[in-house]
């Protein structure tokens, strides 16, 4: 099935099918000329003369775009547009209560930003330094963002829905300082612990000075003498003036953790150059944006797509970008359409997970709104099955919006693969192609390259200017979990079809990382979790086709001896993960295993128990290699029947 280019969008889109041609074209031919022209979007303090210094190799590994170039991410995202644009609407905030929203226009998120900025100087912190943003969907939250570039310190946000142990772990890792929450948050008509949790976090972090607590609920929260401030008091005494800090565009701009296939998750680090021009080309070109459109994308700011696409991107092109605090389904199913009316949205981002949900509810709760306004229609986090694809177009869109499928990672910056509006012809289900400079390849697990149609392990061979530098405090795991696998190529953990038309198809993860409802989640942390509770000898978990989320989780466990199974030690256990890492890890199934497939070095065969999980028991492949095969048996026997 093939949807061409609708005619007005050839003819007004920024890039037709031959401009994005032309742009293909000469980042092969003149790379230097294309990314130095790329650059010229933003104000540079002092324009960047050496563009890219890059080498993917071990032996001499670098990652450098505009490195002698000299800007501030917050003068770009707010200051330059005070000139020409002071009054247009830089954020519209949509409360969880349908009642609740409030505009912020250039000059106060001006303001804002800039006492923000001081009250952060005046609890120490300077240049360099780490901040631990963990905020509900507020005004505040891209305040402090912004803040923090402002001053040069580097933010790292923790998505609000994570407990205080992952909260804790991640303040420690990069050892922040200041850490800015919210009395509560508010989603879903549900008020979240935030300062309670922060509390409960910090009794582990010793490093830890300051809290600014921004008053959300008005709750009332015990503060710690001599660490906790009421951010309204700070602010009240700030002035609003506030000078953007030269940086390097090679300084860090910001950390964000992010699940990988082992370990505890890794912080990934993006710079300040390369990283705001590439949100801020692909936020234009994607969704063919013009300063004056209501623009919304529906994630949080604690994942990269809210930082990239709600803030950064967004903010760079002088956008109007709505901040929604609220869920899908509160106070009713009709909740996005009726947003998308009271702002007259016109082009709108979201994640596959929730229009599955959304779709199970019938059309009625569409139907019942206008969504005139609507132009542009985009799916972001996860594979979108062409069945929810259909319905988003036909349904949401009335068959006249385009939908752009952007295919990206946090790793990435921004959006890498993703049809253009006025130049691809789309295909439900496919991330179409990559942008203009982005070199996509398709490997077997040898490394082989693969061509034409093909199916394979995608990676890409040649950076751009998002790219992510390092993981904070450890390069060498760095290059060892992207840069190894294949020598000299970075391997994105996703694998991917071509088709004969040269359309790419992401599949899915080909590592041990989950994506359940758009949220990237390692199996190994839910594993860690499970295992850490007293009862629990040792587990595994995989991930499983769930119609909603995409994947669930499925967690075989093992019990201590002479530990009785139970339907309450079940809850217990899941309520036991919901407590450790957040409620996006709370398992789906959980099938006891008196023992797991290993082979005989005691390796876990996660191939086998995934096959059991998606009920494929015809398929366990080859269990010769099992220390004990009748534990497969016992496993097939009592499937939990997801
Ligand atoms: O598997 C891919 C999937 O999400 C992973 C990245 O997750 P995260 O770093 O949390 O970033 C999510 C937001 C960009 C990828 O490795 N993914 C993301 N977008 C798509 C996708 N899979 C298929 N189609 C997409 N459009």
Redesign the pocket.
């Known amino acids: 099935m093939l949807f061409p280019v609708p005619k007005a969008w050839a003819e007004r889109a920024h890039v037709n099918a031959e401009a994005l041609a032309a742009a293909r074209r000469r980042a092969d031919e003149d790379p230097h000329g294309y990314w130095k022209d790329l650059a010229g979007r933003l104000d540079w303090i002092t324009p960047p003369t050496k563009i890219k210094d890059v080498s993917l190799r071990t032996e001499d590994f670098r990652i450098r775009w505009y490195e002698d170039g000299v800007l501030n991410v917050s003068a770009n995202c707010i200051d330059r547009h005070l000139r020409h644009r002071a009054n247009d609407v830089a954020l519209i905030w949509e409360g969880d209560d349908p009642a609740a929203s409030r505009k912020i226009t250039y000059a106060e998120l001006h303001e804002q930003v800039c006492r923000m900025a001081n009250v952060f100087k005046a609890q120490g912190v300077t240049k360099g330094d780490r901040v631990t943003i963990y905020l509900p969907m507020i005004p505040e939250a891209a305040y402090a963002m912004l803040a923090c570039a402002r001053i040069g310190a580097v933010h790292s946000v923790v998505f609000a829905g994570f407990s205080p142990d992952s909260l804790s772990g991640r303040i420690n890792d990069c050892d922040s300082k200041l850490v800015i929450t919210a009395d509560e948050g508010v989603r879903g008509g549900k008020r979240i612990p935030l300062k309670a949790n922060v509390d409960a976090a910090l009794a582990h972090c010793p490093g830890v000075e300051k809290v600014l607590v921004v008053t959300r609920t008005g709750a009332h929260v015990p503060l710690t003498a001599g660490r906790d401030i009421i951010y309204e008091h700070a602010a009240a005494k700030a002035s609003i003036h506030c000078a953007p800090e030269p940086m390097n565009a090679e300084d860090p701009l910001f950390i964000l953790y992010?699940?990988g296939s082992t370990g505890k998750p890794k912080g990934?680090l993006h710079t300040t150059g390369g990283y705001l021009v590439w949100a801020s080309w692909t936020h234009e070109a994607v969704f063919d944006y013009r300063p004056g459109e209501v623009y919304w994308c529906t994630?949080d700011i604690g994942?990269?797509?809210g930082h990239?696409y709600i803030v950064y991107g967004p903010l760079a092109n002088g956008a109007t970008s709505v901040m929604f605090e609220g869920v899908p389904n509160y106070p009713c199913n009709s909740r996005f359409w009726q947003v998308i009316d009271k702002h007259k949205v016109e082009i709108f981002y979201t994640?596959?997970t929730a229009l599955r949900a959304l779709m199970r509810e019938g059309e009625a709760p569409v139907e019942r709104t206008s969504r005139a306004s609507l132009r542009l229609l985009g799916?972001?986090?996860?594979?979108?099955n062409p069945e929810a694809w259909l319905w988003y177009h036909r349904v949401v869109g009335e068959s006249r919006c385009p939908i752009v499928?952007?295919?990206?990672?946090?790793?990435?910056g921004g959006?890498l693969?993703?049809p253009l509006p006025g130049a691809d012809a789309l295909k439900p289900g496919s991330?179409c192609g990559p942008m203009p400079g982005v070199k996509p390849e398709l490997v077997d697990a040898e490394g082989v390259v693969l061509e034409g149609a093909t199916e394979g392990n995608l990676v890409l061979t040649d950076s751009w200017p998002g790219q992510m530098r390092t993981v904070y405090g450890d390069h060498q795991r760095f290059i060892e979990t992207y840069f190894t696998t294949y020598p000299g190529k970075y391997f994105?953990?996703?694998g991917c079809r071509r088709d004969a038309d040269g359309y790419y198809w992401?599949?899915?993860?080909v590592d041990d990382?989950l994506?359940v409802s758009?949220?990237?989640l390692g199996t190994a942390e839910v594993e860690s979790a499970l295992v850490a509770h007293p009862r629990v000898a040792e587990a595994a978990v995989v991930g499983y086709p769930h119609p909603i989320k995409g994947q669930g989780i499925y967690c075989y466990v093992t019990l201590n001896a002479g530990v009785e199974a139970s339907e309450s030690l079940r809850k217990e256990l899941i309520d036991w993960v919901r407590r450790e890492i957040g409620p996006i890890a709370t398992p789906d199934v959980i099938q006891w295993a008196p023992g797991l497939p290993k082979t005989r070095s005691g390796k876990i065969m996660r191939r086998i128990l995934r096959k059991i999980a998606e009920n494929e028991l015809e398929n366990l492949g080859d269990t010769s290699t099992l220390a004990d095969p009748s534990v497969v048996d016992d496993l097939v026997k009592n499937r939990a029947g997801a």
């Open positions: 992010t699940s990934v994630a994942w990269v797509t990239t994640a596959p799916s972001v986090g996860e594979p979108i499928d952007t295919w990206w990672q946090t790793e990435t959006t693969m993703t991330a994105t953990g996703d992401i599949t899915g993860r990382v994506n758009g949220h990237r």
